[in-house]
């Protein structure tokens, strides 16, 4: 199966990074979508998806580093996105749990890199945490603009504003929260998402899914997001996946 949402960039896999990447296949993973954080890990992304056969990726500057987004990163970042196995633009969008960057820059860099993506015709990847209402509006606005579709990954929003986001044409992605015994919001998604609009993802080497939560997370545990999910929804986990891996492919555009 696949993992739409990784960091194998992250320095929690500097030891054993090749390892871990050559034991995907052995550990039931296609291939993983690497995520971009900031201009370093974008650099690593397109690295890695030129390396390694397994491993897809996206550019882009996440909320905490928006502070760092000007018109010289902005242009490497078009530079990589040119690479063949760099499939959308993130992860962007807003964080007022942390904060790390001011709100009104983190607004800003938000627009603009919808704005790049609108421009290079490619799909983007949201983070979303505590600014449910303010990601909202700019996607939407972003949407009468330019013709792109988004991923809320590890969606933790509420059911009724996953049905504005589905208006849209968007998907959503559910990860290791979902097994979390305190997560009420993605369970609850979780059961009621039309299947078509799912995508699963481990954010490693974070959100490491129940039994394993508190270590490391990595790709292969995507494995027990389906298993989860698919009880949830009374299902096989390999009719789950199955579509939830076609839809991964449609949205980044991977054959
Ligand atoms: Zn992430």
Redesign the pocket.
């Known amino acids: 199966m696949i993992d739409s ?3 194998l960039d992250d320095e929690a896999f500097d030891e054993d990074r090749d390892e871990v990447i050559n034991g995907l296949y052995e550990n039931g993973i296609d291939f993983i979508v690497n ?1 971009g ?1 900031d201009l370093k890990s974008s650099e690593k992304c397109f690295e890695l998806s030129e390396i390694y056969e397994n491993i897809y990726a996206t550019v882009g500057v ?1 909320p905490h580093d928006a502070k760092t987004y000007d018109d010289d990163l902005e242009k490497r970042l078009i530079e990589l996105a040119g690479g063949k196995k760099i499939v959308a633009i993130g ?1 962007i969008g807003l964080d007022y749990f942390y904060d790390n960057s001011p709100r009104n820059v983190q607004k800003e860099i938000f627009k603009r890199q919808l704005a790049l993506a609108g421009k290079l015709k490619k799909n983007v ?1 949201i ?1 979303s945490r505590e600014a449910s209402q303010d990601t909202f509006d700019i996607l939407k606005d972003a949407h009468e603009k330019y013709d792109f579709t988004a991923v809320i ?2 969606y933790s929003q509420s059911v009724e504003m996953l049905k504005e986001y589905l208006k849209m044409g968007d998907y959503i992605s559910l990860g290791g929260a979902v097994t979390f015994k305190n997560s009420k919001n993605p369970k609850e998604v979780a059961k009621v998402v039309p299947l078509e609009r799912l995508l699963l ?1 481990t ?1 490693c080497p ?1 959100m490491t899914p129940v039994p394993f939560r508190g270590k490391r997370n990595e790709p292969k545990y995507v494995n027990l997001v389906a298993e989860y999910i698919a009880k949830l929804r009374d299902m096989t986990k390999e009719d789950l996946v199955k579509i939830t891996d076609s839809n991964t492919k449609r949205f980044y555009n991977i054959s």
């Open positions: 949402h990784a960091h995520i954080c996440h992860e990847v983070h990954h590890c993802e954010d974070y």
